[in-house]
């Protein structure tokens, strides 16, 4: 038997796959975190406040010489973070005092106030560096404050871990599926030219056996998309828990519960999006009197996307001309009203998505036939 290199190539996108994942695991666990302390402050007449957020470009970080130990043993470098503004600039105090009279309007007389405008400065600018040093120069902590960064400083390296995870996330993931479909397209095209079937090694191979190392391979990959993803939602949990000055354990719980239902959620929104479009594919055959084949994964994934473009195409045409009237935009204030922000809204798109089987149902009532719907297709 001939060399078959379409199972060495398999091999190789094996190979591919545990490099990225060993190379995006190192990133993460070898990389030195940054474990300053980080004190911040957005505008001259806040304090420094401890942060566990980043002080990075284009906000202007300025260390304090030499280091503090809130935790005997464990010394931390102090850093003051200058968060810039909108405009990318740092605001460094204020200007002189400016006198103005707000007019006399119908009963009220005029009104003298006087306003300081708040001055900023460029990045790489002298002024600054001169307020950041002036800042740090004055600036003590208080005991509440000590006391909660050497009870808190731990959460600093956890906080960095997972930032390293997000951070390698897109590109791990990225990566493999890039691997992954870079084959894809090799074999295709190889296949084409060598004159072999799709789905075999060589010509009149038994598809099933190579059906199956396809899938093995695939699947190894899938197992390390879905390993950093879920290590993602993780990390997603703990950064947006964790506070400087707040405890974690009962909102790393909150979010958790949230997570769980965000993904409980998704589940139930691809559920009906594959229905719907399991629903469309049986309103076509009944239509064009075709006979399908049996709802497969791909046709189930097709079916659903033209679901949700017919859908989408339908609810911008009655927003435009308001057909339905003002009931959306009661339901959307509603929703946002209570917290709930689009929630409503995409409910009701959800919902929207098993309107095949309502047309289904009239056509089968219109022709006399039995309306009930078939589950698995014919």
């Not at 474990?35 to 260390?63: G, H, M, Q």
């Not at 509440?144 to 871990?161: E, H, L, M, P, T």
């Not at 997570?259 to 469309?280: K, Q």
Request: hydrophobic letters at 50%.
């Amino acid at each position: 038997m001939g060399i078959n290199w379409f199972e060495g190539g398999r091999r190789i996108v094996l190979l591919l796959v545990a490099l990225i994942m060993i190379g995006g695991a190192v990133y993460v666990i070898a990389s030195n975190g940054d474990d300053r302390v980080v004190i911040e402050t957005s505008s001259p007449n806040k304090p420094l406040l401890w942060t566990l957020n980043r002080c990075s470009y284009p906000d202007f970080a300025k260390e304090w010489t030499g280091e503090v130990e809130f935790k005997p043993g464990d010394p931390r470098t102090v850093v003051a973070c200058l968060r810039a503004r909108e405009n990318g600039k740092i605001a460094i105090g204020y200007g002189e005092p400016q006198r103005m009279v707000l007019p006399a309007k119908n009963d009220r007389k005029a009104m003298p106030f006087t306003v300081r405008r708040e001055l900023d400065a460029q990045y790489y600018s002298d002024e600054v560096e001169a307020y950041a040093a002036t800042r740090m120069r004055n600036f003590k902590f208080t005991s509440d404050q000590w006391d909660a960064i050497k009870q808190g400083q731990w959460k600093i390296s956890v906080v960095r871990f997972f930032e390293r995870v997000n951070e390698a996330l897109p590109w791990v993931v990225g990566l493999i599926i890039g691997t992954v479909a870079l084959s894809f397209v090799l074999g295709w095209l190889i296949r084409g030219f060598a004159g072999i079937a799709s789905g075999r090694d060589f010509r009149g191979e038994c598809a099933a056996s190579t059906i199956g190392k396809a899938n093995a391979a695939h699947e190894w990959a899938w197992i390390a998309i879905s390993f950093w993803l879920l290590a993602g939602g993780i990390g997603w949990v703990v950064l947006n828990s964790i506070g400087a000055t707040t405890g974690p354990v009962g909102k790393v719980v909150g979010k958790a519960v949230s997570f769980v239902g965000m993904l409980l959620m998704m589940v139930v929104f691809f559920g009906l999006a594959a229905a719907g479009g399991h629903g469309l594919q049986l309103l076509t055959k009944e239509i064009t009197k075709r006979e399908g084949k049996r709802l497969g994964d791909k046709a189930i994934l097709a079916f659903s996307i033209a679901n949700g473009l017919i859908l989408a195409a339908a609810s911008i045409a009655i927003n435009t001309y308001t057909i339905v009237g003002n009931w959306t935009d009661a339901l959307d204030q509603w929703s946002r009203s209570n917290g709930l922000k689009d929630f409503a809204m995409v409910a009701l798109f959800v919902a929207c998505l098993l309107w095949p089987y309502l047309v289904l149902y009239a056509v089968r009532q219109m022709r006399g036939e039995d309306a009930s719907v078939e589950i698995r297709g014919a």
